[in-house]
């Protein structure tokens, strides 16, 4: 849920502008200094320095391009990382440090990585979703383990789930469905490998589920499968990884509640898994567990997924979003749910999106 996504792909900064965001605002996530939702993007401050964004169930976190951190929302369970378990609606920075490269959110959790290729975790902790041995919350960020080739990560509702830069997957948390891919479903408060392979590329998470991309191309996926959200056929969970299909050609994926989103190489974008208010964007309400596609266009460039809603960029730089719409996370000023993509507003200069619990941040 890039939220339950994941924020930038494989670590990776997009070139700084505003901050926008819509949605649900009861704790403050949209950082526009009120309680107030709004069903249209409002900009979060007046700086124009941000560089990536990320969404959990009702907070936001960002990276500045100096590498500063900041983030805003919900807290009572310190995911904000500020030290502090107090809600807040405007962005407040995390200490004072410059070398965060990536962050990522789950449920009520926060996960990011340093420059240094040391990761990091606060917030919530029942199920041991930050790594760190314990299963006790942290209001400020805490390292997990001691190494230093982490190079992506991603946060489902109560695990999490990084690649390092050896092409290996590790994940920690809630495992009673399997979405913590390492064939039981134990949970673990300690981050395990995934199988022995060295070839993943980029992993998201969902509710109790999770999807990722290797480097030859390849799509696979793990964990709750009861609406087909692992895509592969089935309905049935699995604890470790089975591939989707049998393409090579898969290259960026975001994890919803109970879906997932990918766009190909070719651009073109594929959904499949839960579609109560069509977040798979088919012009149906129908579950599908197998990828189907999302229109015929060849211009979708990077894809997120929040509870029931999914938002994405295009090459062109405009903004798409559908599904639920109860609190105004689409952003087309209504509240009414869209089973396929309506445009937000009509600029071209959108550069990346995350989706939140009931609302959407993205980045101009």
Known sequence: MSRLISGGVNGSFYRGYGLWACGYNNNGQLGDGTIVDKSSPVQVGSLTNWSQVAGGQFHTVAVKPDGTLWVWGYNAQGQLGDGTVANKSSPVQVGSLTDWSQVACGYRHTVAIKTDGTLWAWGSNNRGQLGDGTIVDKSSPVQVGSLTNWKQVAG????????????????????????????????????????????????????????????????????????????????????????????????????????????????????????????????????????????????????????????????????????????????????????????????????????????????K
């Open 156 to 363: 489902g509702v109560y695990h999490t789930v990084a690649v390092k830069t050896d092409g290996t997957v590790w994940a920690c948390g809630y495992n009673t469905s399997g979405q913590l891919g390492d064939g039981t479903i134990v949970s673990r408060s300690s981050p395990v490998q995934v199988g022995a392979l060295t070839t993943w590329k980029q992993v998201a998470g969902g509710r109790y589920h999770t999807v990722a991309v290797k480097t030859d191309g390849t799509l696979w996926a793990w964990g709750y499968n009861v609406y087909g959200q692992i895509g592969d056929g089935t309905t049935t969970s699995k604890s470790s990884p089975v591939q989707v299909g049998s393409l090579t050609n898969w290259k960026q994926v975001a994890g919803g509640q109970y879906h997932a989103v990918v766009v190909k190489t070719d651009g073109t974008l594929w959904t499949w898994g839960y579609n109560n208010n069509g977040q798979l964007g088919d012009g149906t309400l129908a579950n599908k567990s197998s990828p189907v596609q999302v229109g015929s266009l060849t211009n979708w460039k990077q894809v997120a997924g929040g509870y029931y809603h999914t938002v994405v960029v295009k090459t062109d730089g405009t903004l798409w979003a559908w599904g639920r719409n109860t609190n105004g996370q689409l952003g087309d000023g209504t509240l009414a749910n869209k089973s396929s993509p309506v445009q937000v507003g009509s600029l071209t200069n959108w550069s990346q999106v995350a989706g939140g619990e009931r609302h959407t941040v993205a980045v």
